[in-house]
């Protein structure tokens, strides 16, 4: 008879899926940036949108291939705008970390899965997160000072993009607070087992 999982274990079963399915999201936005970028000057949001308009509800001239072949050309287009370049810079270097985020974020739930979440390489993964949490924050935080220095006005410094700033910065303190607790918890655990 199979051994009844614990409410934690269900738990992380239901975070795993969440979690495949924001990666796999997370690397499709990836191959978009560019063509939200270009065709988003009034925000990104609009450009996605846009996109996503033209793919799947084409005009009468439009073809759907055509779309999604275009979005590989406007790789080599957003450079040409210092703005575009920064902005997609940005969100491409944003969008590897937290996929990388992601990746370790399901590594813990696989060992709290098999039942094992006092394991050493839960501190590995978190403190691997919590660098990526100051890797987004460091960008972000240049990307508002860009975006400062390029609109000469101290607008941007209310944007998303300072929001970010102290978000991923203490995200990453919390990954790398929790890494030391895991580790911790590991040696312990490590030290019980073999008292016993």
């Known amino acids: 008879m199979p051994m009844e999982k614990i409410p934690v274990q269900r738990i992380a079963r239901v975070l795993n899926v969440l979690v495949i399915a924001a990666l796999v999201c997370n690397v499709i936005a990836l191959y978009l940036v560019p063509a939200a970028v270009?065709?988003?000057?009034?925000g990104l949001l609009e450009g996605v949108l846009a996109y996503f308009g033209h793919v799947f509800f084409p005009g009468e001239d439009?073809?759907?291939?055509?779309?999604?072949?275009?979005?590989a050309i406007v790789w080599g287009f957003v450079w040409f705008d210092a703005y575009n370049a920064v902005l997609t810079l940005f969100l491409l270097f944003s969008g590897c970390c937290t996929a990388v985020i992601l990746w370790?974020?399901?590594?813990?739930?696989?060992?709290?899965?098999?039942?094992?979440p006092f394991a050493p390489e839960n501190a590995v993964s978190l403190r691997r997160a919590a660098l990526c949490c100051f890797l987004i924050a460091g960008a972000a935080l240049a990307r508002v000072l860009f975006s400062v220095w390029?609109?000469?006005?101290?607008?941007?410094?209310?944007?998303?993009?300072?929001?970010?700033?102290?978000?991923?910065a203490m995200g990453g303190l919390l990954c790398w607070v929790c890494s030391a607790l895991f580790r911790q918890a590991a040696e312990m655990k490590a030290e019980n087992d073999l008292t016993i």
């Not at 439009?62 to 979005?71: L, P, Q």
């Not at 006005?153 to 978000?167: C, D, G, Q, R, T």
């Open 38 to 42: 270009l065709t988003g000057r009034e």
């Open 150 to 168: 390029y609109y000469r006005s101290p607008l941007p410094l209310a944007s998303y993009n300072a929001l970010f700033v102290p978000m991923f």
């Open 62 to 71: 439009d073809v759907v291939a055509a779309t999604i072949a275009g979005s």
């Open 104 to 116: 370790q974020a399901r590594r813990v739930l696989k060992t709290v899965l098999a039942g094992t």
